[in-house]
């Protein structure tokens, strides 16, 4: 029985000396564990990997397309989102002629924004912007060096495309609208207080862009032209976004249904939605002359400002 017990004891002596054996090889262990991960770990001490530096970011704009209203910005934004050095806000943002927008800050207007990798071009359009008087200073207070581009097209055939979309709207929503003919003149003349004729005065509105942004940081982009034939215009553009040349004429073809040029990107086409293209609303003969006899000086005052004219009506 003694002899039992002696060898329990001892067995138990055996078992508490391996036990303790065990914990301190455990405690070793644990304590030296982050620093086997810290000098095996590639990410704590390798430096930052390149795609960290190449993350895509949400950033202001360097271009904006200004305007024309009824212009092509749409056309213009679309066919520059061809180029793969630039990425375009989808919508329009309306962040510096609309009060509400801007009280938000530039946080929020950057996160209106496509992402972009650095070296890429991130592009917006707001046609408001042109002819809204408190836009110009709020641009140059953004980015002095923003680059701002301006479609314009014929101003009289510009007004009646304006008018035909108000009317559109109108009618989706079951809403009367006046004749162009009436809205446009007052007693047989030419109304200058008509809201959409305003907008075809582009000396106007340009004028108060170049008090405050030099004429070499502003592109004309002829929208007739660019209708007809984008290629060259989209060319131009380019160069003064210092852009390599990646667009080239094999992005575009003729939609005969349509009437306009489509857009044509790693073998996927996309022409513009249905809105391009709607037939004008109906304005007399008599009336659409006296409409181009109205815009003959405007015309003349925005042709020496930018150096160069168009075959306007």
Request: positive net charge; contains cysteine; hydrophobic residues 40%.
């Amino acid at each position: 029985m003694l002899w039992t017990v002696l060898l329990a004891l001892l067995v138990l002596l055996l078992l508490q000396t391996h036990l303790s054996v065990c914990l301190r090889e455990l405690r070793s262990g644990v304590s030296s564990s982050p620093a086997s991960i810290s000098s095996s770990s590639p990410s704590s001490s390798s430096p930052p990997s390149s795609s960290s530096n190449n993350a895509t970011q949400q950033r202001q704009p360097g271009a904006i397309i200004i305007g024309v209203r009824k212009g092509g910005t749409r056309a213009l934004l679309e066919m520059l989102n061809l180029h793969p050095d630039v990425e375009v806000a989808k919508a329009e943002v309306h962040y510096f002629n609309v009060e509400e927008h801007y009280r938000r800050g530039l946080a929020w207007y950057k996160t209106q924004m496509p992402f972009t990798l650095p070296g890429q071009l991130t592009v917006e359009k707001t046609p408001g912007y042109f002819a809204a008087p408190q836009v110009p200073a709020r641009v140059w207070a953004m980015n002095p060096a923003v680059r701002l581009l301006l479609i314009v097209r014929d101003p009289a055939e510009r007004l009646v495309s304006d008018y035909t979309q108000v009317l559109h709207n109108r009618l989706t929503r079951h809403k009367p609208y006046l004749p162009l003919e009436e809205l446009l003149l007052n007693e047989g003349r030419i109304d200058p207080g008509y809201k959409a004729l305003h907008r075809s005065l582009y000396h106007q509105h340009l004028a108060r862009w170049l008090e405050v942004f030099p004429m070499d940081q502003i592109h004309v982009v002829d929208g007739d032209a660019l209708i007809k034939d984008p290629f060259p215009e989209l060319r131009k553009a380019e160069r003064f976004l210092n852009l390599p040349p990646k667009i080239s004429p094999n992005n575009f073809y003729y939609n005969t249904t349509k009437g306009f040029y489509c857009l044509l990107s790693a073998g996927h086409d996309k022409c513009l939605d249905e809105s391009k293209g709607r037939p004008h609303a109906p304005l007399s003969t008599q009336a659409f002359k006296k409409l181009c006899r109205y815009f003959r000086k405007p015309n003349k005052l925005f042709f020496e400002m930018v150096g160069r004219s168009f075959p306007w009506c």
